[in-house]
């Protein structure tokens, strides 16, 4: 999973969904389910995404989609082992980029 959101302060629900390829429904969800998801409100009630909240869709999409956890058994895993979970998802995406880094040497060879 390779997510590309340019670097910034907030992010709206619309270009987070888009990143994840998800619909925004899923993400409102997922925010009510997991409470380590805080996004900002603004008046109008929009949602905006911090760099930490984006962090933990990573991880939560990490293990839902791409592990297959259960909802309440990606909850149970998070909270009881969120350090090695963190860990594990961090040692993943730096193998990842790894291989695309490869993959694009390899084409220009």
């Known amino acids: 999973m390779h997510i590309n959101l340019p670097e910034k302060r907030y992010y709206?629900?619309?270009?987070?969904?888009?990143?994840?390829?998800?619909?925004?429904s899923l993400i409102r969800f997922w925010e009510k389910e997991f409470d380590v998801l805080q996004p900002k409100k603004n008046a109008k009630g929009n949602r905006k995404f911090t760099p930490e909240?984006?962090?933990?869709l990573k991880?939560?999409?990490h293990?839902?989609?791409e592990r297959?956890?259960?909802?309440?058994?990606?909850?149970?895993?998070l909270k009881e082992?969120?350090?090695q979970t963190l860990h594990t998802f961090q040692i993943?995406?730096?193998l990842e980029?790894?291989?695309n880094q490869l993959q694009k040497i390899k084409e220009q060879l």
């Open 53 to 56: 909240d984006i962090h933990y």
């Open 68 to 77: 297959g956890f259960t909802l309440e058994g990606a909850k149970i895993h």
């Open 92 to 94: 993943i995406a730096k």
């Open 81 to 83: 082992d969120k350090q």
């Open 97 to 99: 980029s790894i291989k």
């Open 63 to 65: 293990l839902v989609k």
């Open 59 to 61: 991880l939560i999409y």
């Open 12 to 24: 709206g629900i619309g270009e987070v969904a888009k990143a994840f390829g998800v619909n925004a």
